[in-house]
């Protein structure tokens, strides 16, 4: 494989964005990935989102297991810290970087067979315990490293490259993360940015477990006529239950109008923010709504995309465990050792 450098040179009047750096600051290394993969279109929204919010790279921990998606964050943020573990075991790692650093801001980058095969357990349980971070699935359905098998979240009836058509129902790991008990949970399309990069900065600042599935076509063995995970399906069975952006926090803006009605609502920076109300009755606080909508819709054979649930009481694991706030390698032997009386204080209070 040859590695291909990005040139060192830039244009010296590219926009800076807050903390003074550019959108090339937050790039990463040439793609090695086929083209058209929708990781790399992945990779390049989380590239903006990382930006347009001027988060400090350095700040980053990104993690991933084995697979096509787990290459990718190789592709962003060339200066934060950056672990590719073992195959489905990224949610173990992951979680100790946040428990050992709640300063972190963690994102973990997985696929349809990393999260929904050998590591489903991880999956199920890193949702449950809240882990403050991003977690991203690059779903495909299909393994692409190992020349196009199905994926456990391939659905029933979709075929293969060579018309073999799949015998097993799909595994939803949406609907899976809404019952398990993520506080904030999306899906989206790789194909549609304006989508994606709103849900990436609303997920990085989320606190709490931040799910977001995205539909990634491979071009290699899943984008051909019949295939339910081709760029052609996906974009023909789409619906957006709801049309949302990120803003940062300003002074509560509120307003009310009637579903079917078009709103105008003027925003902080001096732009305005034109609203659609689209279906009264979709509630993103509403879990077992969401869940019940998101799964009627597979039934019709529909993808529901934006922002599916999120619980505006969110809490993380640090709170559940009432950690220590500042990161343990700062830690002094004063704090790691505090004493006999201390010791004898925490053994009577099991006793």
Same mark, same amino acid.
């Given at each position: 494989?040859?590695?291909?450098?990005?040139?060192?040179?830039?244009?010296?009047?590219?926009?800076? #964005? +807050?903390?003074?750096?550019?959108?090339?600051?937050?790039?990463?290394?040439?793609?090695?990935?086929?083209?058209?993969?929708?990781?790399?279109?992945? &990779?390049?929204? *989380?590239?903006? /989102?990382? /930006?347009?919010?001027?988060?400090? $790279?350095?700040?980053?921990?990104?993690?991933?297991? *084995?697979?096509?998606? &787990?290459?990718?964050? &190789?592709? @962003?943020?060339?200066?934060?810290?950056?672990?590719?573990?073992?195959?489905? =075991?990224?949610?173990?790692?992951?979680?100790?970087?946040?428990?050992?650093?709640?300063?972190?801001?963690?994102?973990?980058?997985?696929?349809?067979?990393?999260? !929904?095969?050998?590591?489903?357990?991880?999956?199920?349980?890193?949702? =449950?315990?809240?882990?403050?971070?991003?977690?991203?699935?690059?779903?495909?359905?299909?393994?692409?490293?190992?020349?196009?098998?199905?994926?456990?979240?391939?659905?029933?009836?979709?075929?293969? %490259?060579?018309?073999? $058509? #799949?015998?097993?129902?799909?595994?939803?790991?949406?609907?899976?993360?809404?019952?398990?008990?993520?506080?904030?949970?999306? =899906?989206? @399309?790789?194909?549609?940015?304006?989508?994606?990069?709103?849900?990436? %900065?609303?997920?990085?600042?989320?606190?709490?477990?931040?799910?977001?599935?995205? *539909?990634?076509?491979?071009?290699?063995?899943?984008?051909?006529?019949?295939?339910?995970?081709?760029?052609?399906?996906?974009?023909?069975?789409?619906? #957006?239950?709801?049309?949302?952006?990120?803003?940062?926090?300003?002074?509560?803006?509120?307003?009310?109008?009637?579903?079917?009605?078009?709103?105008?609502?003027?925003?902080?920076?001096?732009?305005?923010? =034109?609203?659609?109300?689209?279906?009264?009755?979709?509630?993103?606080?509403?879990?077992?709504?969401?869940?019940?909508?998101?799964?009627?819709?597979?039934? +019709?054979?529909?993808?529901?995309?934006?922002?599916?649930?999120?619980? $505006?009481? /969110? &809490?993380?694991?640090?709170?559940?465990?009432?950690?220590?706030?500042?990161?343990?390698?700062?830690?002094?032997?004063?704090?790691?050792?505090?004493? #006999?009386?201390?010791?004898?204080?925490?053994? !009577?209070?099991?006793?």
């Amino acid at each position: 494989m040859t590695f291909v450098a990005k040139p060192r040179v830039h244009h010296p009047k590219l926009p800076l #964005n +807050e903390i003074g750096l550019t959108r090339r600051d937050y790039e990463g290394s040439v793609s090695t990935l086929c083209a058209g993969c929708g990781h790399d279109s992945v &990779s390049a929204a *989380i590239v903006q /989102a990382c /930006a347009e919010l001027s988060l400090p $790279p350095h700040r980053f921990a990104k993690v991933s297991g *084995i697979g096509c998606s &787990s290459k990718t964050p &190789s592709y @962003f943020l060339n200066k934060s810290h950056g672990i590719n573990t073992v195959h489905g =075991r990224m949610p173990s790692v992951i979680t100790g970087a946040n428990l050992a650093n709640r300063d972190l801001y963690c994102v973990g980058v997985s696929g349809d067979g990393d999260s !929904a095969s050998i590591g489903m357990g991880q999956f199920a349980h890193i949702v =449950r315990r809240r882990i403050d971070m991003l977690y991203i699935v690059d779903n495909n359905g299909t393994y692409g490293l190992t020349k196009g098998q199905f994926s456990a979240t391939n659905d029933k009836g979709s075929t293969s %490259k060579k018309g073999v $058509p #799949n015998l097993y129902e799909p595994i939803d790991l949406v609907s899976m993360a809404l019952q398990i008990g993520a506080s904030f949970v999306a =899906r989206s @399309f790789s194909g549609d940015k304006r989508q994606l990069v709103p849900l990436l %900065k609303a997920g990085l600042k989320h606190r709490g477990m931040a799910f977001i599935d995205v *539909i990634s076509p491979c071009v290699a063995f899943n984008n051909h006529q019949g295939s339910t995970k081709s760029y052609d399906h996906t974009r023909q069975h789409t619906e #957006n239950v709801v049309n949302a952006d990120y803003i940062e926090e300003h002074d509560e803006i509120t307003a009310d109008y009637e579903p079917g009605t078009v709103e105008d609502v003027a925003m902080p920076d001096g732009s305005k923010l =034109r609203l659609y109300k689209l279906d009264e009755n979709y509630d993103v606080h509403d879990r077992v709504g969401a869940l019940n909508y998101v799964q009627r819709r597979q039934e +019709e054979g529909e993808v529901v995309t934006g922002l599916l649930y999120v619980d $505006p009481d /969110a &809490s993380d694991c640090h709170e559940i465990l009432d950690t220590v706030h500042r990161p343990l390698n700062e830690l002094q032997e004063v704090d790691l050792c505090p004493g #006999n009386d201390m010791l004898q204080t925490i053994n !009577a209070s099991f006793r």
